[in-house]
């Protein structure tokens, strides 16, 4: 059985840097596609970015430019770095792991964007 476990949330002024961490465990096989998601209150959740196992990356057009996702194969583990945060960006932050024709989430965390 595959888990994921994000971290690195928190409460950042707006300009600010945040970096997430997602660790797998279990079951991790390849290929798979690791990707970050994000929900605020009364909105639906929204994909931000994705990596496959190769490396190659996607991005929303709401991140691109201040976003970058990154994964270590030997740690099963995929990263969110987040630059000039705002506070839209404000909401809980999941990450996904799509393999074997299953699509797993993690708990979520919680980032914060004071102005």
């Known amino acids: 059985q595959v888990q994921l476990v994000e971290s690195g949330g928190g409460l950042v002024q707006a300009g600010g840097s945040l970096r997430l961490s997602c660790a797998a465990s279990?079951?991790?096989?390849?290929?798979?596609?690791l990707g970050w998601y994000r929900q605020a209150p009364g909105k639906q959740r929204e994909f931000l970015a994705s990596i496959i196992s190769g490396g190659s990356t996607v991005y929303a057009d709401s991140v691109k430019g201040r976003f970058t996702i990154s994964r270590d194969n030997a740690k099963n583990t995929v990263y969110l770095q987040m630059n000039s945060l705002k506070p839209e960006d404000t909401a809980v932050y999941y990450c996904n792991i799509f393999l074997g024709g299953l699509s797993i989430w993690g708990q979520g965390t919680q980032v914060t964007v004071s102005s």
């Open positions: 279990g079951s991790i096989f390849r290929p798979n596609v």
